[in-house]
C-alpha cells in the first residue's frame, strides 16, 4: 500500500516551458487536492476534486488546470509556468471532501521556474 | 474568506522543555485538524477535534478545541529531538456556494529544538 505517490519529485522548469504534475492514490479515496507551499504562506488549496469527474478551483487557482484521470489518479498542469509558480505542490486524497476526514499527502513536488 | 491564524511563527526551546502553539480563526469552525511535518518531509495527520471544549491527548502532545470553537492550542510537554518540525491547524474551507471542499491551513509554528 503506497499511499499517495507523486511524480517527479523535483523539477526545473524555464518560463514558458509547460509541464504536469502527477498524483495517484491507492486507498480508494473519492477526493484528491492538490496544495503549494510557499515559505511562510503555509499551504494552499489549488484545485480539489470531490469524485471522480468532478472538479473545482481552490483559493490559487490562476495558472492551473487539473484533470481527474480516474478515480486513482488527479493530475496538475502548468501550461506556461512562471517564476510566481515556484514551490512545493503537495497532492492529497481522502475518503471524502470536507467533513471529519482526515488528509493523506503525498512526498511532494519540489518546481523551480528561472 | 475563512483565515486561519497561527502563533507563534518560530518557537526555539531547549530540549525538556514545553512548547505550545496556538491557532486562531476567524469564523467558528466545525471541526479543526493538526498536522505535522518534518523537516524535507510531507504534512502527516495528527488529530482531529469536533466537539466544544474538546480536549485530547497522544503521549505527551495534548490537543485543544475552544468553547466558542474558534481556537485550538497544541502542547508538548517535555519536548524531545524527534518533536521538530512544523505544526499546522487547519480547518475546512468553504467554498462560494457554502459547501465544504479542502481545508484551510495556518501558516504553521516551526518547532526548533535545542540540545
Known amino acids: 500500500n503506497a499511499g499517495v505517490t507523486q511524480t517527479p519529485k523535483f523539477q526545473v522548469l524555464k518560463t514558458g516551458q509547460s509541464m504536469t504534475l502527477q498524483c495517484a492514490q491507492d486507498?480508494?479515496?473519492?477526493?484528491m487536492y492538490w496544495y503549494r507551499q510557499d515559505p511562510g504562506m503555509g499551504l494552499r488549496l489549488i484545485y480539489y476534486?470531490?469524485?471522480?469527474?468532478?472538479?473545482d478551483k481552490g483559493e490559487v487557482p490562476n495558472g492551473y488546470n487539473v484533470s481527474r484521470l480516474n478515480k486513482r489518479e488527479f493530475s496538475l498542469r502548468l501550461e506556461s509556468a512562471a517564476p510566481s509558480q515556484t514551490s512545493v505542490y503537495f497532492c492529497?486524497?481522502?475518503?471524502?471532501?470536507?467533513?471529519?476526514?482526515?488528509?493523506?499527502f503525498g512526498p511532494g513536488t519540489r518546481l523551480t521556474v528561472t | 474568506g475563512q483565515q486561519v491564524m497561527q502563533i507563534p511563527q518560530y518557537q526555539h526551546v531547549q530540549e525538556g522543555e514545553d512548547f505550545t502553539t496556538y491557532c486562531n480563526s476567524s469564523?467558528?469552525?466545525?471541526?479543526i485538524q493538526w498536522y505535522k511535518q518534518r523537516p524535507g518531509g510531507h504534512p502527516v495527520f495528527l488529530i482531529q477535534?469536533?466537539?466544544?471544549?474538546e480536549v485530547k491527548k497522544q503521549k505527551r502532545l495534548t490537543f485543544q478545541f475552544g468553547e466558542a470553537k474558534k481556537n485550538s492550542s497544541l502542547h508538548i510537554t517535555a519536548t524531545q529531538t524527534t518533536d521538530v518540525g512544523t505544526y499546522f491547524c487547519?480547518?475546512?474551507?468553504?467554498?462560494?456556494?457554502?459547501?465544504?471542499?479542502?481545508?484551510?491551513f495556518g501558516k504553521g509554528t516551526h518547532l526548533i529544538i535545542q540540545p
Open positions: 469564523t467558528t469552525l466545525s471541526n
Open positions: 487547519a480547518g475546512l474551507r468553504y467554498n462560494s456556494g457554502g459547501g465544504a471542499d479542502g481545508l484551510t
Open positions: 486507498m480508494n479515496h473519492n477526493s
Open positions: 477535534l469536533v466537539k466544544s471544549g
Open positions: 492529497a486524497s481522502s475518503v471524502v471532501q470536507g467533513a471529519t476526514y482526515e488528509q493523506y
Open positions: 476534486s470531490a469524485s471522480e469527474g468532478t472538479t
